[in-house]
């Protein structure tokens, strides 16, 4: 089934002054706890879809579209964690989720956010995305990945329905479960609630950067969805990391917490293909800040890297600068390890780390 089907875009709001209309489906019991808390985080100029097997999980999604999936073959109580259920729900709610495709009429992009591990999210989400490829609309999955407590089973569905994800979609961000602890404070105890709304607030982000980057409002340096395309497009996984910072040198401390993200570290900065950042910061930032960002993340990575980004005013900011990156590169790999040699380093290392400099492709500091 499906709720509000028949409403016009133009009275979703906000949504019909968007430059690029855009669906964000949440799949599956964690898909829709993200989907729920992007809501609550007011993202803007978004359509919102739940869709799920489980009828007591839809019953507390904050979505206003929801699709039930295979209410024939799973009458609404899940999968019972089995990936092949998943997909075979998805794929008998098909002509549904084809129709929620007609809500809004000119999308442009189409997220699909799951929890990759289960049953619906896993099987289900490479259905969804194939559909919305099918129909035309630039599709982007967003998913996290299950921590390594959770047992084998979980590990290797995640493994294959990020890969039936992978074959269909145009770009596809993973957020390690593991890595979202490393971001915490060491002497601060985490519990596993903690991580499932770390997870959550990673997902919206991810989401939250990507509609930001190509968006208008209140931008003085945007990209369009070409931009977006031609930056993140092509195989691989893409990584994403944030940085924080104020006072004096809040630039530099802000890109260097960026790019040492532990998110980052299941890709390559080293040898990635494009990079896309974007800078958040009052409308005081000066251009010497924003050349200190190119010049760190132009250090990084290597010559033939292309670098997109996007500036946005944000007075309410105070003197916090925050930086966004999102990297399309290689699987972690040393060269150091490969073949013995490594990759050549830039002056600007010599002079930063003096005997000492960082590899390209895993950043481990290493001795001259």
Known sequence: MIKD????????????????????????TGGIAAVNHMIASDLQEVAFIAADTDAE????????????????????LGTEGELDAGRQA?????????????????????????GMGGGTGTGAAAVIAKAAKDAGAYTIGVISK???????KRLQQAQAGMQALLD???????????????????????THGDTLRMADEALYRAVKFICDSVSLYNNLISLDLADVHNCLSGAGMRGIGIGIASGSNRAIAAVRRALNDPLLEDVSIGMAKSVLYRV???SDIVSNELDEIDTIISDWVHNECKVYFSLNYDDNADDTLRITIMVSGAVLECPLERTGLGLPWRGNFSRQFGRKWPCFACRRTLRR
């Open 5 to 28: 089907s028949e409403i016009d875009p133009k009275t979703l709001d906000g949504l019909w002054r968007a430059r690029v209309c855009v669906i964000v489906i949440g799949v599956g």
């Open 168 to 190: 269909v979609v145009d770009i596809l961000i993973a957020i390690p479960s593991d890595k979202l602890v490393e971001c915490q404070c060491p002497s601060a105890p985490t």
């Open 280 to 282: 958040e910061a009052p």
């Open 90 to 114: 998805a794929e008998e709610s098909l002509l549904v989720i084809k129709e929620a495709f007609g809500i809004i009429d000119r999308v442009g992009m189409f997220f699909v956010v799951a």
């Open 57 to 76: 999980a839809l019953a507390n999604a904050q979505a206003k579209h929801i699709i039930q999936l295979g209410p024939t073959c799973c009458k609404g």
């Open 146 to 152: 299950p921590s390594a407590c959770e047992g084998e």
